[in-house]
């Protein structure tokens, strides 16, 4: 068995550490601790790592911070990040080309794929490269920025839905009889099975919101995180809440 941390909207700022009456960077401490604790050994951040656009000094800052966790980090860039400035920070394996940061990645055995949402959509090249990269590499699950299914936060769907997002839904439906999908986004804990599809979204380290009202409002300012436990039999997951 392998345990991997998903966390995602860390919503980090150098300049601007604290946001709605939030110390940004305990929360992103507290989601660190708690996921040691947990004894993973693997994170992947699932994007919005900036607060409202991302700047050098925050991602250096996040990469120093990660680079001294015990455990592999895999970063994929979320809508208010700037995928071009990743490679500086993060490594060459994110140097950018003015293409999405799409990956594939077999860690441990699993292969997962990261899918780059930043620009808000997915294009039909990416459609094509993940229709090809699942036939020849069989991934046990998909990583995106924004959810692919609809009906669960109404504020977020209203406002910064993914583009054609039933789109993109149908297009992953058809991969296999069941795909997990791990987005960020919506300031949620969702888990619920749109088949085939089984979204499953984080809730963000910064605040959580209200998922049933169409206005803006903060239901949480708890600091939430995923752990995602992979067996040759399957995945199991689960969200938590730190502090
Ligand atoms: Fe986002």
């Known amino acids: 068995m392998a345990r991997v941390a998903h966390i995602a909207d860390l919503h980090l700022s150098v300049d601007e550490p604290i946001a709605h009456g939030i110390?940004?960077?305990?929360?992103?401490?507290?989601?660190?601790?708690s996921i040691a604790d947990e004894g993973v050994e693997l994170v992947i951040v699932g994007g919005d790592l900036a607060l409202n656009e991302g700047d050098p000094k925050t991602y250096r800052r996040i990469a120093e911070?990660?680079?001294?966790?015990?455990?592999?980090?895999?970063v994929q860039p979320g809508n208010h990040d700037r995928p071009e400035l990743f490679a500086e920070a993060?490594?060459?394996?994110?140097?950018?080309?003015?293409?999405?940061?799409?990956?594939?990645?077999?860690?441990r055995g699993f292969t997962f794929v990261l899918l780059d949402s930043s620009s808000g959509s997915v294009s039909e090249e990416q459609l094509w490269w993940l229709e090809s990269v699942w036939r020849t590499t069989h991934p046990v699950a998909i990583f995106v920025h924004h959810p692919v299914i609809a009906g669960i936060c109404r504020y977020m769907e209203i406002n910064y839905e993914l583009r054609e997002r039933d789109r993109v839904y149908r297009r992953i439906a058809a991969l296999a009889?069941?795909?997990?999908?791990f987005s960020g986004h919506y300031h949620i804990a969702y888990d619920g099975?749109?088949?085939?599809?089984?979204?499953?979204?984080?809730?963000a380290v910064f605040y959580q919101l209200d998922p049933d009202t169409p206005d803006f409002a903060v239901a949480s300012d708890r600091a939430g995180y995923r752990i995602i436990d992979l067996s040759p039999e399957g995945i199991s997951t689960v969200v938590g809440f730190a502090g």
């Open 23 to 33: 110390d940004l960077w305990a929360h992103f401490e507290s989601v660190l601790a």
């Open 177 to 181: 009889d069941l795909i997990h999908v």
């Open 193 to 203: 099975l749109h088949n085939p599809v089984l979204q499953h979204v984080t809730p």
């Open 90 to 107: 993060f490594g060459r394996r994110y140097r950018w080309t003015g293409e999405p940061l799409d990956r594939v990645v077999t860690w």
């Open 65 to 74: 911070r990660l680079d001294a966790f015990p455990a592999d980090v895999l």
